[in-house]
């Protein structure tokens, strides 16, 4: 079975800033997608970044990038130039070849003005 | 793109009503939906798998007589809360994923829906 640990129950970061949420999964499938999904206090998940196991490169949306250490099974996220609408709960999550997606407890991220 | 809506996004109903909740990809078409519970300052937990046309997949510990789901279509699943009780009271999110392209393996989540029982 898949675990996905975050070790950091609640973050804050000044904006524009920067700041790195930490995500470790354990799994055994070669073959796998990892994901950040964000839900701010409206409760609608959003899709922050996916990355696909197989593509060695990081992947990045503007202000969002991660740092995918394969053999570490290693997924952080990193914000940059953090601004107050990125408030909000952080899921890591990992789906293998089954489409049950497994979610981290999540990190309560707080921008500062 | 990848739209999912949610109806309704909040409902009181009475102990031993009965009450369903939609779930629609707006903009693609969802092989999969999948329910979520979420409580309070928790993670979500994966209620049921549905896959369109066929009979949802439960997970352990999931009465499926109280938590019917129906999946006709692939823009359209359906929960419902049968004879609901107020420990039913929960934040209930569907999600979808899709037929082809880059939706075949990332989920899609709607607004989410606000149940309590009185």
């Known amino acids: 079975a898949q675990t996905v640990t975050q070790s950091q129950p609640e973050m804050s970061v000044q904006e524009a800033e920067t700041v790195t949420l930490s995500c470790t999964y354990d799994t055994s499938e070669s073959n796998y997608y990892l994901f950040w999904y964000k839900q701010p206090p409206s409760r609608q998940m959003i899709l922050v970044i996916r990355?696909?196991?197989?593509?060695?490169q990081n992947a990045t949306e503007n202000r969002f990038s991660v740092n995918f250490q394969k053999a570490a099974k290693s997924f952080s996220l990193k914000i940059s130039d953090s601004q107050l609408g990125d408030t909000a709960m952080y899921f890591c999550?990992?789906?293998?070849?089954?489409?049950?997606?497994?979610f981290g407890i999540g990190t309560k991220l707080q921008v500062i003005p | 793109g990848a739209v999912v809506s949610q109806h309704p996004s909040r409902v009181i109903c009475k102990s031993g009503t009965s009450v369903k909740i939609e779930c629609r990809s707006l903009?693609?078409?969802?092989?999969?939906m999948f329910w979520y519970r979420q409580f309070p300052k928790q993670s979500l937990m994966l209620m049921a798998t549905s896959n369109e046309g066929s009979k949802a997949t439960y997970e352990q510990g999931v009465e499926k007589d109280k938590f019917l789901i129906n999946h006709a279509s692939l823009t359209l699943s359906t929960l419902t809360v049968t004879s609901a009780h107020p420990e039913d009271s929960s934040f209930y999110i569907c999600?979808?994923?899709?037929?082809?392209?880059?939706?075949?393996?990332?989920?899609?989540f709607g607004p989410g829906t606000r149940l309590t029982v009185l």
């Open positions: 903009d693609f078409q969802a092989t999969t």
């Open positions: 999600s979808a994923q899709g037929l082809a392209g880059r939706n075949t393996d990332t989920q899609y």
């Open positions: 999550a990992f789906s293998g070849g089954y489409q049950k997606v497994t």
């Open positions: 990355q696909e196991a197989y593509k060695q």
